[in-house]
C-alpha cells in the first residue's frame, strides 16, 4: 500500500519508541540519489545492567560494530530519515516495514504474529551452517557426530562467512529488480567456478532451499574426481536435480551462463576466467574471493620511479602483485558496468586469501576519468591484466 512517507515514519518510530514490545528494527539498502552511512543497521533493546538500552549494530559489509544508546536519547526519526530504502521493525504482536521506492513513496507492509523479545546483550552469532547438517558430514567438513573437524574448520568458517555475505546481497539485488525473483519455473542459476570439493557449492544449495529460494546450482571444476565425487555427494542427498558438476576448464564451459558466479579461491588466472565467463555470460551479481595469483608480479619488469620503491624486495612485489590485480579486476569490472566493491570477508586469521570482489550488474556506462585512470596505470606500469584480455571491453 502507497502511503505518505512522513506517516509511515511516524508509525514506524511510534513503534520503536515502544521498547516494551520492541524486538527489532533492521535498515538496509539505499533510496536513490541518497548515501547511507554503512551497509546496513540492526537495532534491538537489550538489557545490560538491568537497564534496557537500545543496542545500534552498524555493518559495513565487511565488520559490524555495535553502540549501545538510551531509550531517551534516542532518535528514531534520524535513522528513518538517514537514507534506507528498506526499513522493518518487529515487535511482539507483528510487523512493520516500509520500503521507499525509486520515486520517493512509500510501500507499507503490516504483518500478524507473535515474535518473542531477546533482551540477552550477547548473543552467540547464528551459525547458518549446522555442524550436524548432512551435508557437512557427507563433504568431509563434519565428522559423523556431526562436529566440525578441526582440520576443516578454516573451511568450514570461510563457506559461512561467504554465505553471510551471498544472502543478503542476493535479497538487496532480487527487492531492487536487479536479479528476477527466482520461481520454480526459473530458479536462481547459480555457478561455482573451480569448486574443488564443493563445500561452498553444496553450502550455496543447501542454504538457499532451506530458506525456499528455488534455485538450480552448478560447480565446475577442471578435475574429473571433484565430478565423480561431487556427484555421488549429490545422489546421496537426494538432490540432484537442482545441482550438478561438470569437469571442464571455466574458459571452455559447456554451460554459457548464469545469474550468479561464485568463485572461492580459484587459483591464479582461473579467477580471471571466473569473472570473465561470468561477464561475457551476462551475469547479474559475481561474488569472487581470489587465490594466488602471478600474473602482474611476472609483468612488473619496467617500474616507474619511485614507486620501484615497492617492488624491490621479493615479499613486498609479491603482495603489491595481488592487490594491483584485485584493483584492476575491480575497476575493470566497474568500467564494463558492475557496481563493484572489494571487501575483507572473513578475519585474515581463517585465510590469508580473504578479500573478496563483490559486483552487481548496473549497466552504468563507463565514466571517462575512470577510463582514463586505468589506462593511465596499465601505461606507467607496462602491464597488461589477464581479465581484460578475456573480455571485450570497447574503451
Ligand atoms: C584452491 S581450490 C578451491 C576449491 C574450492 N572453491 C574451495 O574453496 O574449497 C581451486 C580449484 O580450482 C580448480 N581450477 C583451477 N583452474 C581451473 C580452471 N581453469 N577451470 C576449472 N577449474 C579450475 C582446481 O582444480 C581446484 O579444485
Not at 613486498?316 to 602483485?321: D, F
Not at 594491483?324 to 585474515?348: N, P, S, W
Request: hydrophobic fraction near 40%; include cysteine.
Amino acid at each position: 500500500m502507497a502511503t505518505e512517507l512522513e506517516s509511515a515514519f511516524a508509525e514506524a518510530a511510534r513503534l520503536i519508541s515502544d521498547t516494551s514490545k520492541l524486538v527489532r528494527v533492521v535498515l538496509s539498502g539505499r533510496r536513490r540519489n541518497l548515501t547511507v552511512p554503512v551497509e546496513r543497521i540492526d537495532i534491538r533493546p537489550v538489557l545490560i545492567k538491568e537497564s534496557l538500552v537500545l543496542q545500534v549494530s552498524e555493518n559495513d559489509g565487511r565488520v559490524t560494530t555495535a553502540k549501545n544508546i538510551a531509550p531517551k536519547d534516542f532518535d528514531a526519526h534520524a535513522f528513518l530519515e538517514m537514507g534506507y530504502a528498506n526499513i522493518l521493525v518487529e515487535h511482539t504482536a507483528g510487523a512493520f516495514s516500509i520500503r521507499i521506492t525509486k520515486k520517493g513513496e512509500a510501500q507499507v507492509h503490516e504483518e500478524k504474529g507473535a515474535r518473542e523479545q531477546n533482551l540477552e546483550h550477547d548473543r552467540k552469532k547464528a551459525r547458518l551452517l549446522a555442524a550436524s547438517d548432512p551435508f557437512l558430514i557427507e563433504v568431509g567438513i563434519s565428522d559423523a557426530s556431526g562436529n566440525v573437524k578441526p582440520s576443516r574448520s578454516d573451511k568450514y568458517l570461510q563457506v559461512e562467512e561467504f554465505l553471510r555475505l551471498l544472502v543478503p546481497t542476493l535479497n538487496s539485488a532480487i527487492e531492487a529488480k536487479q536479479i528476477a525473483k527466482p520461481t520454480p519455473d526459473k530458479p536462481l542459476v547459480i555457478a561455482d567456478l573451480g569448486c574443488g570439493n564443493a563445500y561452498l557449492t553444496f553450502a550455496v544449495h543447501q542454504y538457499l532451499k532451506s530458506i525456499d529460494m528455488p534455485v538450480h546450482v552448478i560447480g565446475i571444476d577442471i578435475r574429473p574426481e571433484s565430478l565423480k565425487r561431487n556427484t555421488e555427494i549429490a545422489k546421496k542427498l537426494h538432490i540432484e536435480n537442482s545441482i550438478e558438476f561438470k569437469a571442464e576448464a571455466i574458459d571452455q564451459t559447456s554451460i554459457t551462463s548464469c545469474d550468479v558466479a561464485i568463485a572461492l579461491h580459484a587459483c591464479d588466472t582461473a579467477t580471471d576466467d571466473a569473472i570473465a565467463w561470468a561477464v561475457n555470460g551476462g551475469a547479474k551479481m559475481l561474488l569472487i574471493a581470489p587465490c594466488c595469483q602471478h600474473d602482474l608480479q611476472t609483468q612488473m619488469s619496467n617500474v616507474p620511479q619511485p614507486w620501484n620503491l615497492l617492488t624491490k624486495h621479493g615479499l613486498m612485489k609479491e603482495r603489491l602483485g595481488d592487490l594491483m590485480t584485485d584493483a584492476l579486476r575491480a575497476q575493470i569490472l566497474k568500467l564494463v558496468g558492475y557496481r563493484t566493491e572489494v571487501i575483507e570477508f572473513i578475519g585474515g586469521e581463517h585465510t590469508p586469501r580473504n578479500i573478496m570482489i563483490r559486483a552487481i550488474l548496473t549497466g552504468a556506462k563507463a565514466d571517462a576519468k575512470e577510463i582514463e585512470t586505468y589506462k593511465q596505470m596499465l601505461s606507467d606500469w607496462q602491464i597488461d591484466p589477464a581479465l581484460a584480455s578475456r573480455l571485450n571491453m570497447e574503451i
